[in-house]
């Protein structure tokens, strides 16, 4: 007996996304229907319904749709790849993941500063610290260290 092949929304409901999320792996290569009807109805297999649980997955934990895309490489080439070659994938998405923590630390750090700096008063803004430190930026690059 052949499998039950499943229409888009009956897809979309299973994997709780929507029809339009579909259609949008689709465009974008991460999904591709296993059949088409004779009306030209989208027909998904169990396959099918498993890769997007897989796109899913990996979006749940940062991946980008172009990352996901070469997990599926991977995923599709597993014999011919080495578990070394997808730690090797996740490692540099993790050390591009503490760059950018980094860089928020450091963009709270400079906020932090900033607010602090601030009476926050009534008064005109007209010398205000962090308007007067970010005006300063602008024309000399990095924050002066005396509003810092």
Request: glycine residues 6%.
């Amino acid at each position: 007996m052949s499998e039950k092949k499943l229409r888009i929304g009956e897809l979309a409901r299973l994997v709780q996304v929507s029809q339009d999320t579909l259609r949008f792996y689709e465009k974008h290569g991460l999904l591709t229907p296993s059949l088409r009807s004779q009306a030209g109805y989208r027909l998904y297999s169990q396959a099918d319904l498993e890769r997007v649980g897989f796109i899913l997955s990996a979006k749940r934990v940062g991946f980008t749709l172009n990352e996901i895309h070469d997990l599926l490489g991977l995923e599709v080439t597993k014999d011919d790849k080495s578990c070394e070659d997808v730690k090797r994938f996740v490692d540099e998405k993790l050390d591009n993941l503490n760059q950018r923590i980094g860089e928020m630390q450091r963009i709270q750090k400079t906020l932090k500063t900033l607010s602090d700096a601030c009476c926050g008063g009534a008064e005109p803004a007209t010398h205000c610290t962090i308007l007067e430190a970010l005006n300063a930026q602008a024309e000399s690059g990095p924050i002066p260290r005396r509003l810092l």
